[in-house]
Structure formats: C-alpha cells, structure tokens
C-alpha cells in the first residue's frame, strides 16, 4: 500500500487495521504529517500543527492494542479540529487577532468525547474570524485555498476543515454548523458533511469571544469526512448529554455504526426542491444535473417527487439572530481591537447592535414559521434532496459576489447557501453528500434533509448514494 492511499483510507478501515496491528497509529500518522507538510503550505488547511502530541498519542494507542485493552470507537484515528473549538493545552484562535495566543484550559465536550473515542489530534484547522464570512480567510492565518482549484474558495466556515480531509491530510475532522458551515464548504471541497439535529452534540459554554458558534441556537458541532461510515463513526463518538449544555439532548435510542450494517429501508417517500422562493436554481445545466442524481434513487424502488416551498426570507432572519448573538460577545472588544478585527465582523457586531428586542423577537418568530413549515413537510415525507450549492467555488478571497445566470440576479450567499438555512432553523439533520462535478472541473454536492431527531435515515440514504455513486473515488491532483 503507498503512502497516498494511507492518506485517503477509510477511518472505518483504519480502526480495523489499527486494532490488528496490520498498520500502526503511528505508522498512519507519520504518512499524514509528511503529507501535511507537502500540501499544506498550498491549501493552508491546518493553522495550528500538533505534531509532537499526535506521535505521542498514536504511540499510546498502539501501546494499547498490544497490552489487549479495551479500545475506543475511533482509536488512534488521525483528526483534526476547527479552530472554534477548544482543545485543553492548545492554542485556539476562533481565527481572531484577539485571541491570536489563547491556549485554552479545557476540552470543548465534543472534543473530549473524541478524544475519550482514541483519537491522534494532528491540529486546528483554518477558519474566518469568529466562524463569521462565507468564505475562510482571517488576519491571523491567511486564506485556505481549494484543493480542486488553489484559485477558487473553500466556503466557510469551516473550509480548513474541508479543505484537509478534501486533499487527504484529515482522515475525520470535526466542525460547526450555524447556517451551512459544514454542508456548504464540505459541497465546494467535494467531501460528506454532516450536520446533526440541533442539542445531539453536547456544546460548551460561550467561548471568550462570545460569537455566533456556540452561543446562538442555531449551529452545532458535527462530522466532516470522505466516507459516509467515517461520519456515522464520529457521530456515535460524539452524540449524547453533556451537563453543561441544557439543550443536549437525552441519549439516543440509534446506534449509528450498527445502522451502517443494516439494510437499506425498503420505503422512502422523498421529495426535491429546485426552489424555495428566496432562491432557486437559475442554471439549466445544473438543473438537469441533479434531475439525473435525483432520479437515482428511484433505482431503489423509493418514491421520488418534485416538491416547492414558499420560505420566508431564511437569509434575513438568520443574519438577525446572529448579528446580536455576535455582538453580544465582540461588542465589549469594539474600542481596543476594532481595527484589528475583519471589518466584516465589525460590521456584522454594529448591526447587531442597532436591532432592537422587538426586532430579535419577530425574527425568533419568522424562524418558527419556517421550521414549522419544514415540519409539515416530514409528516408526508422521509427526505428531502436540493443542491447544497447551485454555484462552483467562487474566487478565494472574495466573500460576496454579485453574478448573473440566465438573466437572473444572484449572489454567492444566496446562491451558495440558501438551501442549507431552513435545517439549522427548524433543528434537522441534514447532510452534504457529492454528487457530480461542474463543468470547471469543481465539486458538485446535494443536500440530503431529514427530519427532526432521525440521523439514522438520512445516514443510511447517504450510504445508498455512495454505494452507486462512489464519490470519493477521485482525488485532487497537488
């Protein structure tokens, strides 16, 4: 086996080979971190590197297999965190000149639920400042670049995380999900993303920036992979109570590693959406694209129907719920850092300051119309499908752009990200899956929707579209 298969192997098929020694963690890990060290300084994926700790516990874990001790469900598995995250003795910049030398002093529980599962830290991966643009670029570290395209952007927010697992330098990597956080960039770097119900992943308290992340109901932590298993493992890690977060929810009553064994359900009632009023797909190309994968299942003898939603504008009431969520936390920073914050950020914090309780109250409201909306759509159906992107990767660092397609105004948020908002609003879990490639040779992906509480059906749905279209057979060519 080279080197370079190492790097793309399955997390699945590294516990196996871990747990009999066929390869070591170390083994493994060095082959990434000579890797890393190659493709990195093109891509800028990992902003902090955790080398030395990475070999320590890669040696552990090997130690462990040979001592027959009881091992984790990701045992000395590679990973890499979004620098969002807090990881204890690390530094974690939340991608801001602010906290540029923050080394925390605890674990965030997603990532001590990790690393209780046996995982090798290899580092932080990139991200914009405060989880905040569309696209990952920060004053700290710099722009991460798209490993299909090192001109074109990997999304954001957590494009590093992306980006790494896309060029075969992150086996798993976990990252947040607030408004297409995970999907979008997982869709433009052409990996699986998974975004859990809302409350499944236990959440820290508010970082010290306070920002969007974690302090808002909206984004949860979740599982960034090339292999759909790889994200069943990962959520299994992770999923369940934690009792500093109140809105984590009971444990669950799936084990999502034995789902992946089970067969597929025999019957599915699934509708597509090209449209949902706010945004739609302008493009026939990509239309007729996603008519063909959509048509897919309908080989497993599942129900397959075009289905329209009418959306209030998800765009504005999202922007208002995180525009006061970040400025609650950037606010008290304004007069000693605001010129070395994004001018982005600082934008989004003075908006957030001039809305008003009445405001922030009735976008709470419209919020609720709209997963209300989505609700009344899972009492007739188990899935629904759109385009996680209907656009390519745009420019690296340009975070908005205003285009036309077919005569149609668009941009690349809504365009990028309109289809993703309702599941964070209405709490579903809901997935990036890659399904084809645009003529500029970039990724294409698909949105796959449950609803509430049910990851189990939307994991075992990813799995069937992976079996007849094996995505993550190709690789980018650094």
Same mark, same amino acid.
């Given at each position: 086996?080279?080197?370079?298969?190492?790097?793309?192997?399955?997390?699945?098929?590294?516990?196996?080979?871990?747990?009999?020694?066929?390869?070591?963690?170390?083994?493994?890990?060095?082959?990434?971190?000579?890797?890393?060290?190659?493709?990195?300084?093109?891509?800028?994926?990992?902003?902090?590197?955790?080398?030395?700790?990475?070999?320590?516990?890669?040696?552990?874990?090997?130690?462990?297999?040979?001592?027959?001790?009881?091992?984790?469900?990701?045992?000395?598995?590679?990973?890499?965190?979004?620098?969002?995250?807090?990881?204890?003795?690390?530094?974690?910049?939340?991608?801001?000149?602010?906290f540029e030398n923050f080394i925390s002093d605890v674990d965030e529980p997603s990532v001590e639920k990790l690393k209780?599962?046996?995982?090798?830290?290899?580092?932080?991966?990139?991200?914009?400042?405060?989880?905040?643009?569309?696209?990952?670029?920060?004053?700290?570290?710099?722009?991460?670049?798209?490993?299909?395209?090192?001109?074109?952007?990997?999304?954001?927010?957590?494009?590093?995380?992306?980006?790494?697992?896309?060029?075969?330098?992150?086996?798993?990597?976990?990252?947040?999900?607030?408004?297409?956080?995970?999907?979008?960039?997982?869709?433009?770097?052409?990996?699986?993303?998974?975004?859990?119900?809302?409350?499944?992943?236990?959440?820290?308290?508010?970082?010290?920036?306070?920002?969007?992340?974690?302090?808002?109901?909206?984004?949860?932590?979740?599982?960034?992979?090339?292999?759909?298993?790889?994200?069943?493992?990962?959520?299994?890690?992770?999923?369940?109570?934690?009792?500093?977060?109140?809105h984590s929810l009971i444990p669950k009553d799936t084990n999502?590693?034995?789902?992946?064994?089970?067969?597929?359900?025999?019957?599915?009632?699934?509708?597509?959406?090209?449209?949902?009023?706010?945004?739609?797909?302008?493009?026939?190309?990509?239309?007729?694209?996603?008519?063909?994968?959509?048509?897919?299942?309908?080989?497993?003898?599942?129900?397959?129907?075009?289905?329209?939603?009418?959306?209030?504008?998800?765009?504005?009431?999202?922007? !208002?719920?995180?525009?006061?969520?970040? #400025?609650?936390?950037?606010?008290?920073?304004? %007069? &000693?850092?605001?010129? @070395? =914050?994004?001018?982005?950020?600082?934008?989004?914090?003075?908006?957030?300051?001039?809305?008003?309780?009445?405001?922030?109250?009735?976008?709470?409201?419209?919020?609720?119309?709209?997963?209300?909306?989505?609700?009344?759509?899972?009492?007739?159906?188990?899935?629904?499908?759109?385009?996680?992107?209907?656009?390519?990767?745009?420019?690296?660092?340009?975070?908005?752009?205003?285009?036309?397609?077919?005569?149609?105004?668009?941009?690349?948020?809504?365009?990028?990200?309109?289809?993703?908002?309702?599941?964070?609003?209405?709490?579903?879990?809901?997935?990036?899956?890659?399904?084809?490639?645009?003529?500029?040779?970039?990724?294409?992906?698909?949105?796959?929707?449950?609803?509430?509480?049910?990851?189990? !059906?939307?994991?075992?749905?990813?799995? #069937?579209?992976?079996?007849?279209?094996?995505? %993550? &057979?190709?690789?980018? @060519? =650094?």
């Open positions: 086996m080279n080197k370079e298969d190492i790097c793309f192997m399955s997390a699945w098929v590294m516990k196996e080979k871990i747990k009999s020694q066929e390869l070591t963690s170390l083994e493994i890990t060095e082959t990434l971190i000579e890797r890393i060290e190659k493709i990195n300084p093109l891509i800028n994926a990992y902003c902090t590197k955790t080398f030395d700790l990475a070999r320590d516990m890669a040696k552990k874990a090997d130690d462990a297999v040979k001592k027959g001790e009881k091992l984790g469900i990701l045992h000395g598995i590679p990973t890499s965190i979004k620098d969002i995250a807090q990881v204890k003795g690390v530094r974690t910049t939340f991608g801001s000149k602010v209780d599962a046996g995982i090798v830290l290899l580092g932080k991966t990139n991200t914009p400042e405060d989880a905040h643009l569309s696209i990952t670029d920060n004053q700290v570290f710099g722009v991460t670049r798209n490993p299909w395209n090192l001109e074109r952007c990997v999304g954001g927010s957590s494009g590093g995380a992306a980006a790494a697992v896309a060029a075969g330098i992150s086996p798993l990597a976990l990252g947040t999900d607030g408004g297409g956080s995970i999907r979008v960039p997982s869709c433009l770097c052409g990996i699986y993303g998974f975004k859990p119900n809302w409350g499944r992943v236990a959440r820290g308290p508010t970082h010290v920036g306070g920002g969007t992340p974690v302090c808002c109901t909206l984004s949860t932590f979740g599982p960034m992979t090339r292999y759909v298993k790889d994200a069943a493992l990962m959520l299994e890690a992770m999923a369940g109570p934690n009792f500093i977060d109140k999502y590693i034995d789902a992946m064994k089970e067969e597929r359900p025999s019957k599915l009632k699934i509708g597509y959406a090209f449209d949902y009023g706010y945004v739609k797909v302008y493009d026939k190309e990509v239309e007729k694209a996603f008519l063909n994968v959509f048509q897919k299942f309908e080989t497993f003898d599942w129900s397959v129907e075009e289905v329209k939603f009418r959306f209030k504008n998800a765009g504005g009431i999202l922007g !208002t719920l995180i525009a006061t969520a970040t #400025a609650r936390g950037f606010k008290p920073l304004l %007069n &000693e850092w605001k010129d @070395q =914050l994004s001018p982005t950020l600082v934008q989004r914090v003075e908006m957030g300051m001039g809305i008003s309780g009445i405001d922030l109250l009735r976008a709470e409201s419209d919020r609720q119309k709209v997963a209300i909306k989505l609700s009344n759509y899972f009492k007739d159906y188990d899935i629904l499908l759109t385009p996680t992107s209907t656009i390519p990767a745009w420019e690296a660092d340009v975070p908005e752009k205003v285009f036309k397609i077919n005569g149609k105004t668009t941009s690349t948020t809504f365009s990028g990200y309109g289809f993703v908002w309702p599941f964070n609003m209405g709490w579903n879990p809901a997935t990036n899956i890659p399904c084809g490639w645009f003529s500029d040779g970039l990724p294409m992906g698909m949105q796959i929707g449950g609803r509430k509480l049910d990851e189990k !059906t939307v994991l075992q749905v990813s799995q #069937a579209f992976e079996d007849i279209y094996p995505f %993550n &057979e190709k690789r980018p @060519q =650094l």
